[in-house]
């Protein structure tokens, strides 16, 4: 049995002969490939429509039945707002052994009024601390649409396609849209919360539009949540692009069909891809097919295991 002189002995040659370095990043071939977490949107259980699985807390349950790691929360889904609600969503998710990982906003910076930017700003500020009470690390951000759709279905009609508001252009809403994400990085700092630009439409249709939004903002506070479904043309070689700024992955399944669209997207090809890229984090499941969620999830969280895994 080595005594704790022999083991303080053996620690201090180890240090001395370079294999511990205190404070040192790992080298790239000290780190070890592991796999991913897989996280489930609550959106993929009530997808705007099942009203019977709007609860979150019933999600939150089912979704630790089911085998996952973790839930992120889908903003717009929650019922209530107060302490005491947010408080019984963190214990939910605690007694289910779920991590709370990712919380998923709308906002809307593309508009010339600057009341409504900035009204956008203070409800993407207060969801950051809705972030931060329910010790969420991560929120998803987004550009918002120039809103001169008819609708989001016509929006996907149109293969998320969108023209500008008249007497504007793309360049007016990138300076709109930078200037208030940054306005929202105070918060985020302050509260710990890692804001994903996710390509989302609007400016964020293209990984070039959600690369320029990030880049000119610098800030480690603002960084990519990457969703796999989002790109309907050439998807790898633009996810790809994304990849080095991405904090957070979510990954769409279509069982069933699509509910505007379907894409056979390859996981094995972008799980590699990421691993390339050293991705370590949460993979989220946001299934929007219209196979029953109750049947459907359990096969794509098998999917998404076996490409992750």
Known sequence: MQTRRQFLGTAAAAASSGAI?????????AVKSRANRIAISTYSFWQFR???????????DVAG???????????RQMQDETDGYLQRIKRRAFVNGLDLCGFSTHQGFLNPDAAVRQ?????TIHCIELAYKLGIPTMRVNTGTWGTSKD??????????????????DEDGFGWVIDSLGKCLAAAERCGVVLGLENHWGLGRTPEGVLRIVRAIKSPWLRVTLDTGNFLEDPYDR?????PETVYV???TYFGGGLWYTLELDNDRIARMLKQHKYAGYVSLEFEGKEDPMTAIPKSLAMLRKAFG
């Not at 039945?65 to 903003?75: P, R």
């Not at 989001?152 to 252009?169: A, H, Q, V, W, Y």
Request: proline content about 5%; glycine content about 8%.
């Open 250 to 252: 979510q990954a769409k």
């Open 152 to 169: 989001f279905d016509d929006l996907m009609k149109n293969r998320g396609i969108e023209s500008p508001r008249p007497g504007f252009t």
């Open 50 to 60: 099942h009203e019977k699985l709007r609860d979150i807390e019933r999600c939150i």
């Open 119 to 123: 009204k956008n700003i203070d409800h």
């Open 239 to 243: 996810l790809e692009q994304m990849a």
């Open 21 to 29: 370095h205190a404070g040192d990043e790992p080298t790239s071939g």
């Open 65 to 75: 039945e089911m085998g996952f790691d973790a839930v992120e929360l889908l903003h």
